[in-house]
């Protein structure tokens, strides 16, 4: 049976231990503040990132893993006994990080390496990259882990409450007079994935009303399906967002529904979070087959 090697990238959100687990290497967003270059997941995490956001008053701006990343983290797998690399990335529809991945094949023509678009983000890749590592390890081959991650993807929800429009301002997504109309005003952006982004679905008045709505929309999606999956996604704010997941908790008892087993607790990492802000939470859930 060939050995095969999981690789993703740090858009993923997945918790360093669980990739650990599941033997699965991520290659980092780069993250520049001014001059200086971070890597996510390597110098550089939420917390850090947001204490110089707010020290300095500017956001930094983001790049993709480069196609030399990509090659490094393939040459390395191979080096050490793979046969063939399955690669996962964010979506196309986000980043560059696909297009870089499949530039790194064209350098190893010679390997066996399939690259796969997530068209998702945050653990809604991650789950998917998930589902790949354990058809993967039941033996199955990459084609059969790819139609597994894709069956992930298509019975995953994602839903975010952002806490402040304030690094939407920062970023120039929004002017600083609508930034500061929706401070008035407590307005609290929902966002979801659509066709492959991270899209404003609503907008609610006050935080208890943002969280009311993204679990009304959870329950919305899933139509009474149990859950298999769930992954708590947070922006330094993971007591908020375990108070997010009591609420849905309830309105899944509601249902007759109970939580899964394994709730992931997942930082959103600087390559997402720095579009949402400090503060935002919310989840992913995967529907039960």
Known sequence: MPKVALITDTDSSLPPELAAAYAIQQVPIAIHFGAETFHAGVDMDDARCFERIDREGRLPSTSAASPGDFLKAFRV????????????????????????????REELPDRKIAVLDS??????????????????AGGADVTTAVQRALEVRRRSHLFVALS???YLAMSGRVGQMAAAFGG??????????KEGKLDLLERARTQKKSWQRIVELCCESIQRRPLERLALLHVNALPEA?????????????QG?????????????????????????????VEAL
């Open 242 to 254: 375990r108070q997010l997941q009591f609420l849905l908790k309830s309105a899944l008892q509601e």
């Open 257 to 285: 529904l109970v939580m899964p087993a394994e709730i992931v607790e997942a930082a959103l990492t600087p390559g997402l979070s720095v579009h949402a802000g400090a503060g935002a939470v919310g989840f992913v859930v």
């Open 164 to 166: 402040t429009l304030k």
């Open 119 to 136: 068209q998702s983000l945050s653990m809604g890749q991650g789950f998917m990259t998930l589902a790949a590592a354990v058809s993967l």
């Open 77 to 104: 797998a191979f080096e050490a006994g793979a046969d063939e690399v399955l690669c996962i990335t964010v979506s196309s529809q986000v980043s560059a990080v696909y297009a870089s991945a499949l530039s790194a």
């Open 184 to 193: 008035l005003l407590d307005i609290r952006p929902i966002l979801t994935v």
